[in-house]
């Protein structure tokens, strides 16, 4: 073979190599393209089917938390040979055909007109009101005023009153208090005329509404029907000093309130202010200013029905009396004056006389210290076990006579810190106290006592006494006998006495009774 056909063949054999070189490479980039379209397509399934899934969950969460207004949508898409026969509430029908249901676009509507050309409220929902057009339509609806217990608000607009009920007065959205005196009276019959304060002071009133109705200010009324009457009335009386019989012998009142409008800054006097209101059952006098008060005597006196009274910022600085304030108030249970700051007080005579229910009271910062009279203090509080008096400051009191009379569940009483040298009056202090045991008077100094006759009377109870302390009677001779028990005691008993004393009385100790001398000698026995 010649040396140039070698050559060709040489050359053939390389260029049929080099082709098929290429026609490998092109395969196998042919088949990775092929491995990464299936790969791509793979995915893209993979991420469509996900999708599809999150959206269908999405579906049905907002379905079943009724997150879309569904309904809506299924009721107005519905085929030309089917109606809406009604729409919630909210909606209303705006087409001819009733192919369709739409909201309502004033807020708040319960239900709505079923007119294609109005889109108005013939009601609104919970919680709101109508605000009218001047032809009596829903214009909106509002959220309602919060109201409160008295009603105060008779119309709202925008969650404001736009109006308010008789008594009340507009201020910056709310109803304020626009009257002196807020009270319930009763009757008890069909035209009956009744009392509604003391007739000295109808020209202070200036308004009074009875019963919703305002009418010409008057201090007595007559109702048509029997029952239960609110009244509410407005004073001018910024000016007035007295207060004194204001109420007295209101007897159907049964409860009554005094809002900031009473002005008490100038008063001095109230005395009986409240007596012998039979029929008031509580009674609210927080907004009292009683700086310049004196006489507080018989203010609730006789207020038989009186089971609760509102004292926590009365100011007794300047009171002098106080005597028979709370007496008769057969229906009080308890009694709180630690805001009391008696600290000018000269009488407290009967101060809780006959309050027969009554089982607590709290002197705990009663300041007695210039008291002069204190007799039947706590006369007839029959149902009071204890009282805590030890603190008071008794210098110069002058009369305790019948101070306990007849607190007959009394069973002990602490007098250690009284001190009695300016004593004149004490007769009957203890008289009816038919369970107390024991009374020690040690203490007590009598030098200028004058009475002392049936301070241990109907005392049934009574076992030990300590009088030791006991001097002369001023006035009385020591041969005349003093009568200090009422001699009726089967049980036995002892009392230690001076025998100077002794001499006095010895005639009316009980008879079962043994006598001790203040040196623990026993210098008689009764038989």
Known sequence: MSENSIEESSLKASEQFSELSILSKDKIIKNGQSQI?????????TSIIIIIISISFIIFYCFQNKIFDYSSIFKSKVSDKQQVVSCEDGHYIPNDDKSQCKKC?????????????????????????????????IKECTKTCDKGKDNKCLTCDGG??????????????????????????????????????????????????????ILNPSYNFTFEKKGEHKVLMLLNNKTMQSGKMMFFN????????????????????MRGMFK?????????ITNFNTEKVTDLSYMFDNCISLESVVLNHIDTRNARDISYMFANCKKLKSLSLNNFNPINIVDMTGLFYGCSSLEQIDLEKFVTKKVEFMSYMFAGCSSLP??????????????????????????KIDLNGFDTHNVRNMEGMFEGCS????????????KNMTKINKIFYGCSKLEKIDISSFEEIKGKSNLEVIDLFD?????????????????????????????????????????
Do not use: A
């Open 386 to 411: 204890s009282v805590k008096v030890s603190h008071f400051k008794t210098d110069n009191v002058k009369d305790m006579s019948y101070l306990f009379q007849n607190c007959s569940k009394l069973n």
């Open 276 to 284: 012998d209101c039979k029929s008031l059952q509580t009674l609210d």
């Open 250 to 269: 209101v007897s159907n009142l049964i409860s009554i309130e005094f809002t900031k409008h009473f002005k008490t800054e100038h008063i001095v006097n």
């Open 160 to 213: 404001k009153c736009g109006t308010c009920n008789l008594g009340y007065k507009l201020y910056k959205g709310k109803c304020i208090d626009n009257f002196s005196i807020k009270g319930s009276y009763t009757t008890t019959k069909n035209n009956q005329k009744i009392l509604l304060l003391n007739k000295l002071y109808v020209d202070y009133l200036e308004k009074i509404i009875i019963d919703d109705k």
């Open 37 to 45: 379209n299936n790969k791509i397509t793979s995915e893209v399934i």
């Open 105 to 137: 676009t004033i807020n708040f509507c319960s239900k709505c007109t079923g007119n294609t050309k109005e889109n108005t409220c013939l009601s609104c929902m919970e919680n709101y009101e109508p605000i009218k057009d001047s032809d009596n339509k």
């Open 487 to 527: 001699n009726n005691s089967s049980k036995k008993g002892k009392i230690k006495v001076n025998k100077k004393f002794y001499e006095c009385i010895k005639e009316n100790i009980p008879s079962k009774w043994e006598v001790e001398f203040e040196n623990n000698k026993l210098i008689k026995k009764k038989n």
């Open 435 to 446: 369970s107390l045991s024991y009374v020690d008077l040690k203490n007590f100094k009598t």
